[in-house]
Each structure stands twice: as structure tokens, then as C-alpha cells.
């Protein structure tokens, strides 16, 4: 019987299936154990083979726990929501709701093909009202809390409430806006109801704020930096301005400490950590404030608030930068430099804040005519706008230090601002501000002679003491801005009151579902694309949503135009996993008791400063509100590393319609163009007929070939349709199996690192599945025989040396020296001639977790009716690996001549009787007595004669 893949793999995905084998247990009694898996957005495109190499390594992990024993939660999701989807739409007109479950049922297909463990009946997708009605039911939790600092934690906005009504908001400690101002009881309860609300809207933990945002106008929608590439949107290619907009925001910042802390309890990779570390961006210093001097344009003088990490530096100020964005800008600019100052602002607004953090080297700023005042000096300084400056860090203004600071300097230099030389003996290239000799040295006599920390505390206490500044801690990170002027994504359950203020809807009203329009584009007005809804009304004694045309701001309100973003949904899938049917709360108590949280968490490192920040923000959020017991919710987590295509490079004479073969070109100048990598086989040479079909450009061309073929060349770069080197894992499955594809990905070398992809390799795995087949297949026919015999010593230390080998390198995530320790494995039992059960019986479970379906075929033909899935895992046992003979080499007159095999227990003499005794000896003595026989026991026989 030979191995047919096509059969086996069918069957048993089949039997899977029907028989909910994956199924995770509830209740359980076993030790659960939850692997999870960052769920896909489902494009059009389907997957390629890059896109398995994380869920086959969750995957194994997850079938190895099963065998030891655990209650394995394995579960499987669709990011449904989007801006591609909504592209196609507006540009084909079709819903997005269309082509959305039209591509996931083809990720389905791919992904059942593949074999992977998933329990389907967990399955969520954020698109679904059964599922987002949970993202809005968070998002009225985060507006109904605020952050008690006091209390290190959020807490219900009736708490607050409470306070403001008996107190006032004197002693209330609260992550807030800035502008908040203090207020006693009586003045709480005097306010209107919209006043207090007002009020509110600045302590909750989702508001909505005048916000800078990221505008592709093309697009017609705000993106998030991570969308943007280059100054473009990374859809599309449009240009991106900066815009500041009403926007909902979330208050992320309450919790950055605790985000930075919680880093520390969690098996994560360090660069990842690196990477939420900076982009939090801790940093102790003070806060300063610069009073601006009144002038015949502006007779208020407006407060400047600056954060700097070096307060010692103060006596070295000689002008300030603000950010073009900044709120005074315009309020402190003179009528003489007014235009100049706009015409930057419009300049900046089209440059991305990645893409000024990453300019270095480009100088720009324009003078506002504005000056300041030096706290301490009292000096008049100049007051600039910079495009180096910005308004998302800090407080959006730098107090410009040159001789201390290079990009201050160079900026100084190339507008000629005057550089104060406040140092004695110091020049600008020795870092004047670093500790020299382990002193400050400048000339107010203020700070001379102190370290810099020491100068810096003495600076910001007499800052504390004049009432110009304080010590302060300061982050990064910015709150997140959380409206999306999108159609295809969750809509907020929220309308606008009488007075324009946000209310909710009833809990008991969601979801609030996201309602048909004609148009997907914003309206000709340039609301959202949901502004086109001709019903998108909020009743609020009916509860529910009715025509537009009854809006009467008494009864009938207006429902938010924005939907939320894409790491709405994304931020709190992984808890809903595990009670995803539940129709009263987003987990019950008991399924959270009994889940927890994830144990392996397997997905790229790309989503380091998004999805995997902002689900952190969401959990600490929900463990301080006592939904759930955890406030980290994934323990460990691995960055799986990328496949990259081996794109095909075919070379065009420079000027000409030729194309040489890789080995003619020599020197000739020519052109690499990528051609589909499905129209070369594995010896690198390429189709010419299927070329002339696939692209107009090719029909008349001229080939010049080697050896009547043509050879292309290939380079390793990221899989992309863009490049044409996709391979479809559709392909692979047909041609050799999923079986094969699964050992591939992870042969090809360590999980966490990129590596090429060569479909030509698979032959090597697929060639593997047929010894392994073998084993258990004798005859002319192959019929399936194993005996029931005691199997030998060599056979015993084979199976066990692989069951410890291949344990070690699950639990270390060696996947790739598994599968080499598997060809080994079978090479061996193969030139041993095993047939017996006691060994191929191990070795199909051992191998199950790679190989599933292939290992699923050889259990039940070993006799068992039930799944290999669940099936106790192999237990090494190390006295097989325990040597009991010894292999002496034996040599005459120091030249070894045979091997024998002997007893460790013999001894000196008994190993020589033993040698002496053996018929080899007598051939090579030839009737001779030896001179002397030396015996080194465990090592050699040495004959001397």
C-alpha cells in the first residue's frame, strides 16, 4: 500500500471535523492550558505559505500539551473589519459584508487543509454584532470610569460623581485634561446637568477631544502611524496631512506606568519589550514655564509649559522651538510674521510625525516675532517654530539649549541665533552639559561645581520655590485616538444630546448595528460615510434606531458618525474565546476563573506598538473594573519570524526587448524585472509559453538561452504579490501534502528568525513521510505489519533517544531540530529493521503533533479506534540510553584490524580471554603467539606480536 496523501489528509480532517476532536473541554477537571494564535484579517488574496509558520508552531505546541494531559483551548478568529474591504466596496460597490465572508470561508478552506487543532465552535469575528456588541459594551465601561490616581486604578464615574457632589474635586487625584479646573461641592451641584457632563467628558477614560490625527484625504479617513509609510497612506499610496479634529480618544496615558511595569511579569521578547519601552518613553525631569512677553500685536501674555530631562541646562537657553502645531502658536505670532508662520504650518501638516522623527538632517523653522521670559534671568528670548519639534511629545515646546544640545545648535547656527558661550573653558563639542570631572562648570556661580543630577534637583527646587516649574515624570506616549471616519468598522453606541453632548445608549439596547448606506465614501459635506445612513437616528423612548428625518433633538437624537478603529475588535478577542456564545457578558465568571489567561500567545512583532499595547491597556482596564483575575493576559509570548520568497528574476538587455539567461550576462548592462515564480520549476528554468501568456510585455520578446533553457536568477526578499513570489500553500498541499508543508516550515530553521523559501526543499520532508510510511509497510505491496516481538536494545535506545530530543525541542520551541531528529529517528529503525509495536507505536504519537494526519492513519492501523490526538505522550525512560557492551577496537601491532562487542562488566582479564578467544584473532595471528596483549578496559585491545 503506498502512502497516498491526498486520501489520508481528506479522511482525517474529515473525521475531525465530524467528530469535534479539538473541541476544548467546560467545565474540565483537567489543567487547562490556552495557546492562541493572532487571528488574520481575511484578504482576498487567501494565505500564502508565509502566512501558516506561527499557527503551525501554535499548532504542534498545542497537540504536545494535549498528550500530556491538558485541556487544551486552541481557538481560531477573523479580523473582519477594515479598510480593504471597504476600498472594494467603493470601488465595486459590493458590501463589504459580502466579500468579507467570501474571503473568510476561503481562509477556512486553506486553513482545515492544513490540519490545524482549532476549536471551530470558539470561533469569533469582529465584524459580527454577536461579537462587537462587546467592543461596545467596553467602550461604554471606559466612558463610564476614570483613573483614580490616588488609588493607582480605574474606578466607576459614580465614584467620582460621589466625590464632586461632597466634596468637590479639591482632593481628587485624577487623570484628566489639562484644562480642568477646581471647583468646590457647591459649585458641582449648582452646575446644569450639560455643564457637569462637560465637566465629566474630561475625567472619563474615553473622550472626545480636539485632536492632531493623521488625514488621508483620499481615503477620506484618519490612520493610525502604523498605517503610514513613507508620508503616504500603506493603502494606496496617498498623501497623508496632519488635521486636528474632534476625534474619541482613549486615555491610555493613566496607565503608562503600569504598562511599563507590567512588562517586567511577562515572557515576552525583549526586542518587543525595547519597543513598547521607547515608544511609552519614561523620562524623570521637570516642567518649566517660559511667561511670553506682551507685545503691540498681543497684550496677554501666555504661559509656555516645557519638559525637559536636563533642568540644568536653564542658564544655557537662548531662544525656544514650538511645534508648528502647537495651540499658541498663532495666538503669540506678530502681524509682520503671521504668513510666513501659516505657510509652515500648511507645509508641516503634510509631513507624517515619523517621518520628522526620522529627518535629521534638514533644518527648517520660521520666527514667530514672539519673545519669552527667562525664569530666572529674565532675558528676552526668541520664540521659533520648528518642524523638529512635536506637539504628540512632551508639551509640544523645547526650551533650545546650543551649547548643549547638537540639534539646538545646528539649528541655532543655520538661523543665527545668537549661542551664549556660558562656560568656562568648555567647548560645544565636549558636551558641555555632560559632567566634566565630575562637576557642572558655567558662569552664574548657581550650579559650578555640582554633578548634573545634583545641579538639576537644585534648579527644579528653586524653580518650585518662584512658582515657574516642577519636578516631573513624563511619557511618550499619547492617548489613543480612537474614531475612524470609516463605514466598515463597529459603530459607537452613542448619540448627541440637545445640547450637542455624547450620551449612551442603553446596555440593554446593544449591539447597535451597523446600518446599510449607498455610499461607502464620506458625504459631499465631509462627514464620515455613515453620515449617508438615511436611517441613523437614536429613539430614546423607543430605544431604538429610527429614519433621520425624525431627528426633533427632544426625543429623536443623532447617532456618531465615526467608527471605531481596527484594534477595537482585536483588543479583547482572546477573552471572549473563552466563552464566545455567551449572550449576557463578554466571559462569565466561571469561564474566566477557569481560563485565566493565554499561555503561548504566537504572532509577528509589527503589531509591537499596536494591537499588543492597546489590548494591554484594555486588560489592566477590565482587571481594575474586576471582570477579569489577571491584568496581563498573555504570559509568554514568541514573535514568529517571516518566510521569504525566493522571487525569479528574469534580465533585460538595457534598451532592447531581450532577456538573457542568468549565466549569459556577463557584463552587459541589463535590467531585473521579477516574473510569477509558478512559471519556474525547480531547477530554476522558465516557462517561455506560460511567460507569453501571463503578461502582454513578454509576447514578442527575444530569449537567449543556455542549453535550449532559460535560467532565471533568484533572490530571497519578502513574500509579496507585489514581487510575484507568492507561493499558494494550496499548490503544496496538492503536489505533496499538508503533512509535508508542515514539516517544511519548520525545518526550515529557528522560529523566531526570517528564512527563504525553496519549494525544491520539500522533496526532502516529503521523501521522509515515505521511509516513516515504510516502517510500517513490508512487501512487494507494502501491506501494513507490525509484530508484536520485544523489540532490541538498539531499537529501545533509538526510540528514547528521539522521545528526550524531540520533547527538549517542543518545549524550547526548536521545531526545526525536531524534524532532523525524526529523519534521523527513522533512518536508524529503518537500517535496524524494526517492525516491532512496543517501538511504532511511540513513534507515531511522538510524531503526531508535526505530521497529524499521517500519524492519525498509522495509529488506526495499529488498532485503535480512537483519535492518536489525546493519546498519553511518550515517557523517556533513560535506562534505554544506558550502554551495557562496550565496541573494542582491536589492533595488531597498533593497526586495527575488527571490532568486537563486549560486556562493561567484564575485566581486564576477561576482556582479553574474551578477544584472544575470538575467531578473528586466531585469522589475524595466524598461528603466531603474541608477544604481549594490552587492555585498556572501556577503550581498546592492542596485540602485540
Request: charged share 25%; proline share 5%.
Amino acid at each position: 500500500m503506498q502512502y497516498d496523501f491526498r486520501k489520508i489528509e481528506a479522511k482525517w480532517q474529515q473525521f475531525w471535523s465530524a467528530h469535534k476532536t479539538f473541541r476544548a473541554e467546560f467545565p474540565s477537571e483537567k489543567p487547562k492550558y490556552y495557546v492562541l494564535d493572532m487571528f488574520p484579517y481575511p484578504s482576498g488574496a487567501g494565505l500564502h505559505v508565509g502566512h501558516p509558520l506561527g499557527y503551525i508552531a501554535s499548532d504542534i505546541y498545542a497537540r504536545f500539551k494535549r498528550h500530556q494531559g491538558f485541556n487544551v483551548l486552541h481557538p481560531m478568529g477573523y479580523d473582519s473589519f477594515g479598510l480593504p474591504a471597504e476600498q472594494y466596496a467603493i470601488q465595486t460597490g459590493q458590501h463589504p459584508a459580502i466579500t468579507t465572508e467570501t474571503n473568510i470561508k476561503r481562509y477556512r478552506e486553506q486553513l482545515d487543509q492544513l490540519g490545524f487543532s482549532y476549536d471551530w465552535d470558539r470561533e469569533v469575528r469582529t465584524s459580527d454584532p454577536s461579537y462587537y456588541r462587546w467592543t461596545q459594551w467596553i467602550f461604554m465601561q471606559l466612558f463610564n470610569s476614570w483613573y483614580n490616581i490616588a488609588a493607582d486604578r480605574a474606578e466607576s464615574i459614580e465614584t467620582l460623581i460621589s466625590e464632586f457632589e461632597t466634596e468637590g474635586n479639591l482632593r481628587v487625584e485624577a487623570a484628566c485634561d489639562e484644562d480642568c479646573w477646581t471647583f468646590s461641592a457647591s459649585e458641582w451641584n449648582a452646575y446644569s446637568k450639560a455643564q457637569q457632563q462637560e465637566i465629566l467628558l474630561k475625567y472619563r477614560l474615553t473622550y472626545l477631544a480636539d485632536t492632531e490625527v493623521n488625514w488621508c484625504p483620499e481615503l477620506g479617513t484618519v490612520l493610525a502611524n502604523d498605517e503610514i509609510v513613507n508620508g503616504v497612506s500603506e493603502r494606496g499610496g496617498y498623501p497623508v496631512i496632519r488635521k486636528k479634529m474632534t476625534q474619541w480618544s482613549m486615555r491610555i496615558t493613566a496607565y503608562a506606568q503600569r504598562l511599563l511595569d507590567g512588562l517586567e511579569t511577562v515572557d515576552w521578547p525583549k526586542p518587543l519589550k525595547d519597543s513598547q519601552q521607547n515608544w511609552i518613553g519614561r523620562s524623570v525631569g521637570a516642567a518649566v514655564i517660559f511667561h511670553t512677553q506682551p507685545n503691540r500685536d498681543q497684550e496677554e501674555s501666555f504661559p509656555i509649559e516645557v519638559f525637559t530631562t536636563r533642568p540644568d541646562t536653564i542658564f544655557g537657553v537662548s531662544f525656544m522651538t514650538l511645534a508648528p502645531e502647537h495651540e499658541l502658536v498663532l495666538k503669540l505670532t506678530t502681524s509682520e510674521h503671521l504668513e510666513a508662520v501659516k505657510a509652515y504650518i500648511e507645509a508641516t501638516s503634510r509631513r507624517s510625525e515619523r517621518e520628522r522623527m526620522a529627518d535629521v538632517k534638514s533644518i527648517s523653522g520660521v520666527f514667530t516675532g514672539a519673545y519669552a521670559v527667562h525664569p530666572f534671568s529674565g532675558e528676552s528670548i526668541p520664540i521659533w517654530i520648528g518642524d523638529y519639534v512635536l506637539a504628540g511629545y512632551g508639551t509640544g515646546a523645547v526650551m533650545s539649549v546650543p551649547c548643549g544640545d547638537q540639534r539646538d545648535f545646528d539649528f541655532a547656527r543655520n538661523f543665527d541665533i545668537p549661542i551664549p558661550n556660558i562656560f568656562k573653558g568648555v567647548s560645544i563639542e565636549e558636551s558641555a552639559f555632560e559632567e566634566k570631572d565630575g562637576v557642572i562648570i558655567e558662569n552664574s556661580g548657581f550650579i559650578s561645581g555640582l554633578t548634573y543630577r545634583e545641579a538639576s534637583q537644585k534648579v527644579i527646587e528653586a524653580l518650585e520655590k518662584k512658582g515657574a516649574g516642577a519636578g516631573k515624570v513624563n511619557y511618550r506616549l499619547r492617548d489613543a485616538v480612537f474614531s475612524r471616519q470609516r463605514y466598515w468598522g463597529e459603530p459607537f453606541p452613542v448619540y448627541y444630546d440637545a445640547e450637542g453632548l455624547p450620551r449612551l445608549i442603553p446596555e440593554r439596547c446593544l449591539p447597535l448595528n451597523l446600518p446599510e448606506v449607498e455610499k461607502y465614501l464620506p458625504t459631499e459635506t465631509g462627514e464620515p460615510p455613515l453620515g449617508n445612513a438615511t436611517h441613523w437616528a437614536w429613539d430614546v423612548e423607543k430605544e431604538e434606531v429610527v429614519a433621520n428625518e425624525k431627528i426633533d433633538r427632544k426625543t429623536v437624537f443623532p447617532l456618531e458618525l465615526n467608527t471605531m478603529p481596527g484594534w477595537a475588535g482585536s483588543s479583547q478577542y482572546f477573552n471572549r474565546y473563552m466563552d464566545p456564545k455567551n449572550p449576557d457578558a463578554l466571559v462569565s465568571d466561571k469561564a474566566i476563573e477557569y481560563w485565566q489567561d493565554v499561555d503561548l500567545y504566537i504572532g509577528g512583532s509589527e503589531h509591537a506598538t499596536g494591537h499588543l499595547l492597546y489590548s494591554r491597556f484594555w486588560q489592566k482596564f477590565m482587571y481594575d473594573r474586576g471582570w477579569i483575575p489577571r491584568d496581563e493576559y498573555a504570559r509568554k509570548l514568541i514573535n514568529q519570524g517571516m518566510i521569504l520568497g525566493t522571487s525569479a528574476i528574469v534580465y533585460r538587455k538595457s534598451g532592447t526587448q531581450q532577456y538573457l539567461s542568468k549565466g549569459l550576462v556577463g557584463a552587459t548592462p541589463v535590467e531585473e524585472i521579477r516574473v510569477d515564480v509558478n512559471l519556474v520549476n525547480a531547477s530554476d528554468e522558465l516557462d517561455l509559453e506560460k511567460l507569453r501568456e501571463w503578461q502582454p510585455q513578454f509576447k514578442e520578446a527575444e530569449f537567449h538561452l543556455e542549453n535550449g533553457v532559460y535560467i532565471v536568477g533568484r533572490e530571497a526578499e519578502k513574500m509579496s504579490k507585489r514581487w510575484f513570489n507568492v507561493v499558494n500553500p494550496d499548490q503544496i498541499c496538492e503536489e505533496y501534502g499538508a503533512d509535508s508543508l508542515r514539516l517544511y516550515e519548520m525545518f526550515l530553521g529557528p522560529l523566531e528568525q526570517s528564512k527563504p523559501w525553496n519549494t525544491a526543499g520539500l522533496s526532502g520532508v516529503h521523501g521522509f513521510l515515505k521511509k516513516l510510511w515504510k516502517l510500517y509497510h513490508q512487501g512487494a505491496d507494502r501491506s501494513f505489519e507490525v509484530l508484536d516481538n520485544p523489540a532490541s536494545a538498539q531499537n529501545l535506545k533509538t526510540l528514547h533517544k528521539t522521545i528526550k530530543k524531540v520533547t527538549e525541542d517542543i518545549e524550547g520551541f526548536s521545531f526545526n531540530t525536531s524534524v532532523s531528529t525524526f529523519m534521523i529517528c527513522v533512518n536508524e529503525l529503518t537500517a535496524g529493521g524494526c517492525r516491532e509495536r512496543d517501538i511504532l507505536e511511540p513513534l507515531a504519537v511522538l510524531v503526531a503533533p508535526y505530521a497529524p494526519h499521517i500519524a492519525e492513519e498509522l495509529w488506526e492501523k495499529l488498532g485503535h479506534k480512537q483519535s492518536v490526538a489525546r493519546v498519553p505522550y511518550p515517557v523517556y525512560e533513560a535506562r534505554y540510553l544506558i550502554e551495557s557492551t562496550k565496541e573494542y577496537p582491536v589492533s595488531f601491532n597498533g593497526k586495527m584490524r575488527f571490532k568486537i562487542a563486549l560486556s562493561l562488566d567484564l575485566d581486564r582479564e576477561q576482556i582479553e580471554a574474551a578477544v584472544m578467544d575470538d575467531e578473528q584473532t586466531h585469522h589475524y595471528l595466524e598461528g603466531r603467539e603474541p608477544r604481549k596483549v594490552i587492555v585498556v578496559p572501556g577503550k581498546i585491545v592492542n596485540i602485540v606480536v
